[in-house]
């Protein structure tokens, strides 16, 4: 067995032939590249049983060989990879089960009758790679590059594989992450953590690719350095998949929570106060606040526009087009790698990060909610929507956080300030007036809002 971690990196058919060429990748090619054309067949049972036991069992076939692999899936954040892989050699184009042992079959198939494995789907096409080697201080780096183009098919529907595979073969994960931020700085590069297999199963099933990573387990506990880390990690992994998903099927909704996980990201990054001093997180803010800012009113517009529903999908392959959301995905997972956020902080600011989140959490909810001041708004509703972004750090860590919280009717209190920051947000009439009066004041009876704010 060999751990493998990788990330795999969405591309256009130019942007594989400008990779094969680029500066960067050709001064630290230590082999050259070598072209192998890979066959694939993957192997489940009819009911998908080893899909659900999140492991992928392939046959290849490279040139006169022939190779057994079964990967685990592992652990998959923000499109950085890790999983474990094992490989049999075999003598011919046929499916090993006896290899299939224990120590690397899950437990929660040991009662499958391995003879039920069946053909699924394949993923045929041609691979370039190289090894691609430097020095990162004192430490060497080798990684092999891949660029591949090609298709996974099933039946007769198929899907294009066309994206650059960064593998670690020695040094540390950071610097997969800081190559492919090198790289993505001029070339629309976009994190995408759908394994092959993932895509085959997509087609084979167009539900079963998950769009959210599962939610961190978050204690009161906990630091606050770890939980933001974890919540961030979540936001952004989502965001990815969420693209990668609307970039497949062009569904609005998905566009709208893609949205939606950016929106809770910023306010995540803007709620730390001196635990993330503005300097360590401005790049980030203001690549978020573009991206928002294009993106907000036409999800907006689109909640009562067929014809802006219809027309996203060209535009969002526009953006994909282009470096920037690839390029703020990848600066992003480097900045949570390294924890950037604590960089130079002072010592107020050191006790914060360490501060544990039960009794952090509680005092910045205290501060926001009282900052709002829902009786001025009741009186002047006009002025609410300046208080969007303030609901926003309320709202995501109400969302992601609350259940960490000892105080009661939380559910109900992420509910209502939901309702009515929905309501800051709608264009004005009497009637809305009217309706962010009732909703301050509904907000403000609840028991929560009443003990955060006392």
Same mark, same amino acid.
């Given at each position: 067995?060999?751990?493998?971690?990788?990330?795999k $990196?969405?591309?256009?058919? %130019?942007?594989?032939?400008?990779?094969r060429?680029?500066? #960067?990748?050709?001064?630290?090619?230590?082999s !050259?590249?070598q @072209?192998?054309?890979?066959?694939n067949?993957?192997?489940d049972?009819?009911?998908?049983?080893l899909?659900?036991?999140?492991?992928a069992?392939r $046959?290849?076939?490279d040139?006169?060989?022939f190779i057994?692999?079964?990967k685990?899936r592992g652990?998959?954040v923000?499109?950085?990879s890790?999983r474990?892989?094992?490989?049999w050699?075999?003598?011919?184009a046929?499916l090993?089960?006896k290899k299939?042992?224990d120590?690397c079959?899950p437990?929660? /198939?040991a009662?499958l009758?391995?003879?039920t494995?069946?053909?699924?789907?394949t993923?045929?096409f041609v691979?370039?790679?190289? %090894?691609?080697?430097?020095?990162r201080g004192?430490a060497?780096?080798?990684?092999?590059?891949? $660029?591949d183009?090609?298709?996974?098919?099933?039946?007769?529907?198929s899907e294009?594989i066309c994206e650059l595979? #960064?593998? &670690?073969?020695q040094?540390?994960?950071?610097a997969?992450l800081?190559?492919?931020?090198?790289l993505?700085?001029?070339?629309?590069?976009?994190?995408c953590?759908?394994?092959?297999a993932?895509?085959g199963?997509?087609?084979?099933?167009t539900d079963s690719? *998950?769009?959210?990573?599962p939610a961190?387990?978050?204690?009161?506990?906990?630091?606050?350095?770890?939980?933001f880390?974890?919540?961030?990690w979540?936001? +952004?992994?989502n965001?990815?998949?969420?693209?990668?998903q609307?970039?497949?099927n062009g569904?609005?909704?998905?566009?709208?929570e893609w949205l939606?996980?950016l929106? %809770?990201l910023?306010a995540l990054?803007?709620?730390?106060g001196?635990?993330?001093?503005?300097?360590t997180? @401005?790049?980030?803010?203001?690549?978020?606040?573009?991206?928002?800012q294009?993106?907000r009113?036409?999800?907006?517009?689109?909640r009562d526009d067929?014809s802006?529903?219809?027309?996203a999908?060209?535009q969002?392959?526009?953006? /994909?087009?282009e470096?920037r959301?690839?390029?703020?995905? &990848?600066r992003a *997972?480097l900045w949570l #790698?390294?924890?950037?956020w604590?960089a130079? @902080?002072?010592?107020?600011?050191?006790?914060q990060g360490a501060?544990? +989140?039960?009794?952090w959490?509680?005092r910045?909810?205290?501060?926001?909610a009282e900052?709002?001041?829902?009786?001025r708004?009741?009186?002047q509703?006009?002025d609410?929507?300046?208080?969007?972004?303030?609901m926003e750090r309320l709202?995501v860590? /109400?969302? #992601?956080?609350?259940?960490t919280?000892?105080?009661?009717?939380?559910d109900?209190l992420? !509910?209502?300030?939901?309702?009515l920051y929905?309501?800051?947000?709608?264009p $004005?009439?009497d %009637?809305?007036?009217?309706?962010?009066?009732?909703?301050?004041?509904?907000?403000?009876?609840?028991k929560?809002?009443k003990?955060?704010t006392?």
């Amino acid at each position: 067995m060999q751990k493998e971690t990788e990330i795999k $990196l969405r591309a256009s058919r %130019e942007t594989l032939l400008a990779l094969r060429d680029h500066p #960067l990748l050709k001064k630290r090619n230590k082999s !050259g590249w070598q @072209r192998h054309e890979l066959f694939n067949q993957y192997f489940d049972t009819p009911a998908r049983e080893l899909a659900q036991a999140e492991v992928a069992l392939r $046959l290849r076939r490279d040139g006169e060989q022939f190779i057994q692999t079964l990967k685990s899936r592992g652990q998959s954040v923000a499109g950085l990879s890790e999983r474990n892989e094992w490989d049999w050699y075999l003598d011919k184009a046929k499916l090993d089960t006896k290899k299939l042992t224990d120590d690397c079959w899950p437990t929660s /198939l040991a009662e499958l009758d391995k003879k039920t494995l069946k053909p699924i789907f394949t993923t045929d096409f041609v691979r370039e790679k190289a %090894e691609i080697a430097w020095g990162r201080g004192k430490a060497k780096v080798v990684i092999e590059a891949a $660029l591949d183009l090609g298709k996974v098919s099933v039946g007769k529907q198929s899907e294009e594989i066309c994206e650059l595979e #960064l593998e &670690l073969r020695q040094g540390e994960p950071e610097a997969l992450l800081e190559l492919a931020a090198e790289l993505a700085a001029d070339l629309a590069l976009m994190p995408c953590d759908i394994s092959k297999a993932e895509r085959g199963y997509r087609l084979y099933d167009t539900d079963s690719y *998950s769009l959210s990573l599962p939610a961190p387990q978050l204690e009161a506990t906990m630091p606050l350095d770890d939980a933001f880390a974890a919540l961030a990690w979540q936001l +952004l992994g989502n965001s990815q998949r969420l693209a990668e998903q609307y970039r497949f099927n062009g569904h609005w909704k998905l566009l709208a929570e893609w949205l939606q996980q950016l929106i %809770e990201l910023r306010a995540l990054l803007s709620s730390l106060g001196q635990a993330a001093p503005r300097a360590t997180s @401005r790049e980030l803010r203001e690549q978020l606040d573009a991206l928002i800012q294009d993106w907000r009113p036409r999800v907006d517009a689109g909640r009562d526009d067929e014809s802006v529903r219809q027309t996203a999908p060209e535009q969002f392959a526009a953006e /994909l087009a282009e470096p920037r959301w690839g390029l703020f995905s &990848l600066r992003a *997972s480097l900045w949570l #790698l390294r924890r950037g956020w604590t960089a130079e @902080r002072n010592t107020r600011g050191n006790r914060q990060g360490a501060a544990e +989140l039960g009794n952090w959490l509680p005092r910045l909810l205290g501060e926001e909610a009282e900052a709002l001041q829902l009786l001025r708004y009741q009186q002047q509703p006009e002025d609410l929507a300046e208080q969007r972004p303030r609901m926003e750090r309320l709202l995501v860590w /109400l969302h #992601l956080a609350r259940a960490t919280l000892e105080l009661p009717e939380a559910d109900r209190l992420y !509910g209502e300030l939901g309702k009515l920051y929905e309501l800051a947000g709608q264009p $004005l009439s009497d %009637e809305l007036l009217d309706a962010r009066i009732e909703q301050a004041r509904v907000v403000s009876t609840v028991k929560t809002w009443k003990m955060l704010t006392k």
